[in-house]
């Protein structure tokens, strides 16, 4: 399988879509017309109609009042700059620190409105007026109070903002002098990204697309672009310059460019890749890919997104022994779980599948030897937008879902033993995987059938191998997509294992020794966010024992615990629930 990026949907530049619409246009007759538009109004809301109808006036020429309402946006951008001091003396005594925009909740609709005059302006060509308004826009959203609160552009749900930087970058362009266009565009496109620090930076094709009407000059313009950008360090700097490269040069100047200067702008291999990509060239891919591995020194993070386009055009060329390499290199690069199941997905049968985890259990516990610098959630580095070049640092858990699927208990087992009772959802503590998937497998049931304290505990241990650890994205629709993976390597590799009675009996009693010691830690210590972690843990050992005939043990677990925690009304609520939700269980 190949490996998985999922993004927000892409929007449309608005110059793409005017233009497909204009295309459409002369394409439909009248009569397609009027049975399209007749579909559009029988969709209109109730509500909406008579707003539906008011849009459909034709723009004819602009009225005196609207003139004249345009003429005065930057003295009522002015009038609204007066107001935001007075809104913070005006709730002086009445915030908290929390309330970082209450004062000025009132301001929002009204800027809301002239961020859409701004936009008018823009659209009519009005040029320095659009360009002196969303400044003083900006400016507004810049401004603080003694407590550092005030508006941002995150509270205005309503705007657009990457398209209204562009809408500004755009009429800066137009109000310049040629001859300064390239120093005042890097200042003001710096200027903007820290309006929206976390946002994606603010790039020259946003300021493209915005309009279909062309850039005056702009062959001259990227010249001196890229000269000047060639003179800056930074990876705002490169990725402009790259840009810039891509636009004026095409992939010719993009390969010149990585193959030139790698050590100063690695990313222009990834840039290059992508638009080869794009023209759909996989031999180019492919060639361009293998250079550009032997070129780029080992344990730089971003061989990994190259060994990513190498993988894909190999899949496309049905080159097996290449697409496996290339997902090693990857996995080596940035050791992450999506990575390691992209690896085992290059084999087609389980116990090939076994063969490579093994491989790369053995490969991460040499990682983990090493001595391991700052780490976090994958954290970005400055600039690295996408975290293409952050190390990924391997961690237990991920070596423990490698021994797993390499259908190797023992050494799972001897990795989780050794660990904090604790720290099983967050962090790289391995029990919170390898006990639920040990339950599992002495439950001999399918997946699908699992006792309801084992589904469940075994369905928060996927949860949490999606949601910790460096490739923990905070993409929903990323981290379903990856949960549904590993529950299906699981699906598959479970089956295989095969366990002797004596190899069974030491797997329970592990599970059951490790139960014990994380119930009686968690209530013991008064963790009460967690007692319902610990009552599901105990009731699903209690199913296990249940199961294979030990009616008596499982209960004598549960009332040992009642026992001695008797005091504790909290917990016994929850082991008294989970043990009450329990599906009926059948003796093996």
């Not at 909740?105 to 008018?120: G, H, I, K, N, S």
């Not at 946002?199 to 309009?211: A, Y």
């Not at 905070?474 to 990856?482: A, I, P, T």
């Not at 009686?520 to 199961?547: F, N």
């Amino acid at each position: 399988m190949a490996e998985v990026h999922l993004s927000p949907p892409e929007k449309l530049p608005l110059r793409v879509f005017r233009e497909a619409i204009e295309a459409w246009l002369e394409s439909c007759s009248e009569e397609e017309l009027r049975a399209i538009f007749r579909l559009l109004a029988g969709r209109v809301r109730p509500s909406e109609r008579l707003a539906f109808l008011q849009s459909l006036r034709a723009p004819s020429d602009a009225s005196a009042h609207e003139a004249l309402r345009q003429h005065e946006l930057l003295d009522d951008l002015a009038e609204l700059a007066h107001v935001f001091p007075e809104k913070a003396k005006e709730w002086e005594d009445f915030r908290t620190e929390t309330d970082t925009f209450l004062p000025y909740v009132d301001l929002l609709e009204p800027l809301t409105a002239l961020f859409q005059r701004a936009q008018e302006a823009s659209e009519r060509g009005q040029y320095p007026l659009a360009r002196e308004a969303y400044r003083a826009l900006f400016a507004l959203l810049a401004y603080e109070d003694d407590r550092g609160q005030g508006l941002r552009a995150e509270h205005l749900s309503q705007v657009d903002f990457p398209e209204a930087r562009a809408r500004y970058l755009r009429a800066v362009y137009f109000t310049t002098p040629p001859e300064q266009r390239a120093p005042v565009m890097l200042a003001e496109m710096r200027r903007v990204h820290a309006l929206l620090p976390r946002g994606p930076r603010p790039l020259m094709q946003e300021w493209l697309d915005i309009s279909s009407e062309p850039l005056p000059d702009s062959d001259a313009f990227l010249l001196d672009w890229v000269c000047l950008l060639r003179q800056r360090d930074g990876p705002d700097a490169d990725a402009w310059l790259r840009e810039a490269i891509r636009l004026s040069q095409g992939t010719r100047g993009l390969r010149e460019l990585a193959f030139s200067e790698p050590s100063r702008h690695p990313r222009a291999f990834v840039d290059l890749l992508a638009a080869l990509e794009r023209e759909g060239k996989p031999h180019e891919v492919l060639s361009t890919a293998r250079e550009a591995l032997e070129f780029l020194p080992s344990g730089l993070p971003l061989r990994a997104t190259i060994a990513g386009f190498l993988a894909s055009a190999a899949e496309h060329f049905g080159q097996p022994d290449t697409v496996r390499s290339a997902r090693w290199e990857a996995f080596v690069a940035q050791p992450t779980l999506p990575r390691l199941l992209d690896l085992r997905d290059t084999r087609p049968s389980e116990p090939e599948r076994a063969q490579v985890m093994h491989r790369a259990a053995r490969h991460l516990e040499h990682v983990l030897q090493q001595p391991r610098g700052p780490s976090g959630s994958m954290a970005a580095l400055p600039g690295d937008e996408d975290r293409l070049e952050a190390p990924a640092h391997a961690d237990r858990r991920l070596l423990a879902h490698a021994w797993l699927l390499a259908h190797d208990w023992e050494a799972a087992h001897a990795l989780a033993a050794k660990e904090s009772a604790l720290g099983w959802t967050y962090g790289d503590n391995p029990q919170g995987l390898v006990v639920p998937c040990f339950l599992v497998l002495l439950s001999g049931q399918p997946l699908g059938q699992l006792p309801r304290n084992v589904g469940a505990l075994w369905r928060q241990a996927l949860e949490a191998g999606t949601r910790a650890g460096d490739w923990y994205s905070g993409d929903s629709r990323y981290d379903e997509v990856l949960r549904e993976r590993l529950e299906r390597a699981y699906a598959e590799a479970l089956p295989s294992f095969s366990l002797e009675p004596a190899e069974r009996e030491r797997m329970r009693e592990g599970c059951l020794d490790i139960a014990r010691k994380r119930a009686s830690t968690i209530v013991s210590r008064q963790h009460r966010r967690s007692y319902a972690k610990a009552a599901v843990l105990l009731a699903a050992c209690a199913e296990i024992l249940w199961l294979h005939g030990e009616q008596a043990r499982g209960n004598l677990l549960l009332a040992g615990f009642r026992e001695g925690f008797r005091r504790h009304r909290a917990f016994q609520a929850e082991l008294d629930a989970a043990v009450e939700s329990r599906s009926p269980v059948r003796k093996r």
